[in-house]
C-alpha cells in the first residue's frame, strides 16, 4: 500500500497504517493546506533583458502562444 501511495505521490500528505485487517488513511490537513498554494502558479523564464519587456508583455505573449 506504502508503494502505491508513493505513486501516486500522495505519501508526503496521506499516512497510511493497519490495524488488524483495517487499512487506515489519515490525512495531512494542515500540510495539505499548504502545498495547495502554490496550485495554479508557474515561473515564466525569459531571455528578454530586463527593462526590454515588462512582466505583463511577456505573460501575455506566452499565453497567445
Do not use: H, W
Amino acid at each position: 500500500m506504502i508503494d502505491k501511495c508513493q505513486k501516486l505521490r500522495i505519501g508526503k500528505y496521506v499516512n497510511v497504517s493497519s490495524e488488524g485487517r483495517a487499512i487506515i488513511f489519515e490525512v495531512d490537513r494542515d500540510r495539505l493546506a499548504e502545498r495547495t498554494k502554490l496550485d495554479g502558479c508557474y515561473v515564466l523564464k525569459s531571455n528578454v533583458p530586463t527593462g526590454e519587456a515588462s512582466a505583463k508583455t511577456i505573460l501575455d505573449r506566452y499565453k497567445a502562444s
